[in-house]
């Protein structure tokens, strides 16, 4: 009884560590060579260029890869005449119950449309990165040595309830970690290990500037991308984050970016009633030193859509609200920031 007992509990802890190590789960055909991939996406860009439109490359959209249509998405970006996409699988709760710490979802999207979908690595939200960041990083490394990305996902470590939660009563999006935890010397030392860039949500806040500022000085070689740019919630919290703030970040520290989702002149966050796409101006145009920002520094900013599972199907108006944010800068910038800034970032040399 008793040394069956220890069997099992022996069997059960062993369990656990193996599936979490686990890579590829699924296992789907393998990511194609990176050049191979590079070239169908260069043609794709330059195809969408010759017929006089603007292709974009959307660094930061996300989904449930059980529930994600990738045909309609494809169709989409075609219609759309956007150019690639970096569509990240978040783990979900029952996923994550069942030991999965790394969704290979990528080896799918790009073995169907390899001219369009970015290998990249997942969502790092609850709870993957509240309850196992270290295994889930660890995963998320193990993939990334085998070839099966291009670009780590968006981690939150600051993240108020998304406005659509919100509305639905939903707070378990409602995370804080500290950047200067654990977790994040783990990512941060992670993508100086891989050369991987990464993406995190963070909301801006007065206090949470000095940890950022910290960690970007200790780890140089970290590529960040810091999404949302000047999405303020509560603005009484962000009295030190303005475009001159954010010039000087840029001057220090030349590895960081920023990712270009954000809302609309109109668009309210319901939790504090304020407008929280502090880039427009009342009249609804770019304010001019947000605008000035972005031309002084193009390479430094990216385009995305910020899709979710819950929104994919709005993909035509995230879309247009993309292209009309765009639309107000000069067009050489309106290319870098487009699909050039992330290219660079990408491949490490300028898109040709
Ligand atoms: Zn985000």
């Not at 860039?197 to 991308?225: C, S």
């Not at 639309?327 to 898109?351: D, I, M, N």
């Amino acid at each position: 009884m008793h040394a069956i007992t220890r069997r099992r509990l022996l069997g059960a802890a062993c369990a656990l560590p193996l599936a979490a190590g686990l890579p590829g789960i699924g296992h789907a055909q393998a990511i194609p060579d990176f050049a191979q991939l590079k070239a169908g996406y260069a043609q794709r860009l330059r195809r969408i260029l010759a017929a006089g439109t603007l292709p974009y490359i959307d660094v930061e959209s996300s989904c449930n890869s059980a529930r994600v249509d990738v045909d309609a998405i494809a169709r989409s970006m075609d219609r759309l005449s956007i150019g690639l996409m970096a569509l990240s699988a978040d783990i979900g709760r029952n996923q994550f119950g069942r030991g999965v710490r790394f969704d290979d979802l990528s080896e799918r999207l790009v073995a169907r449309y390899p001219d369009r979908f970015i290998p990249v690595g997942n969502g790092g939200q609850p709870p993957a990165l509240t309850e196992a960041a270290d295994e889930f990083l660890q995963a998320q490394e193990a993939a990334a040595r085998k070839k099966q990305m291009l670009l780590l996902g968006e981690f939150e470590f600051c993240h108020y309830p998304s406005p659509r939660q919100a509305k639905r009563g939903e707070m378990d999006r409602d995370v804080r970690i500290p950047l200067d935890g654990p977790a994040g010397h783990h990512l941060f030392s992670l993508s100086e290990r891989t050369g991987l860039a990464f993406q995190i949500h963070y909301e801006i806040e007065d206090e949470l500037l000095g940890p950022l500022e910290a960690m970007l000085e200790r780890y140089p070689k970290a590529r960040v991308v810091w999404c949302h740019l000047a999405q303020v919630r509560y603005i009484e919290r962000a009295s030190h984050y303005t475009p001159a703030y954010v010039d000087a970040l840029i001057r220090r520290f030349p590895n960081l970016h920023f990712d270009t989702a954000f809302g609309d002149a109109a668009s309210v966050y319901p939790l504090s009633n304020q407008r929280h796409a502090r880039v427009w101006a009342a009249s609804g145009g770019l304010k001019d030193e947000w605008r000035d920002l972005i031309v002084a520094h193009p390479g430094r900013f990216l385009s995305a859509l910020d899709l979710g599972q819950d929104r994919l199907d709005r993909i035509v108006e995230y879309d247009q609200k993309h292209r009309e944010f765009l639309k107000r800068l000069p067009a050489e910038t309106q290319h870098r920031v487009a699909y050039r800034s992330a290219w660079a970032l990408l491949f490490g040399e300028e898109f040709s």
